[in-house]
């Protein structure tokens, strides 16, 4: 487990996300894995679910 998400997090991550940011860029910016901005994007009620691809493994990987 990482660092407890404290309230400045929360709208530090909510301000690159409702500015258009992706899911990378939030992450860079808020210094958190893009896991961890998608989940707490899920726990905060943002999204509704998760639904990341990885879209190098599918390139890699065709089936």
Do not use: C
């Not at 709208?11 to 899911?23: C, I, V, Y």
């Not at 860029?25 to 990341?52: K, N, Y």
């Amino acid at each position: 487990m990482g660092v407890r998400w404290a309230t400045s997090n929360d709208k530090k991550l909510t301000t690159f996300w409702f500015r258009g940011a992706t899911l990378q860029q939030t992450a860079s910016g808020v210094g958190r894995t893009v896991a961890s901005i998608a989940f707490r994007l899920v726990a905060l009620d943002i999204l509704e679910s998760l639904h990341v691809e990885n879209y190098t493994r599918k390139q890699e990987n065709p089936t």
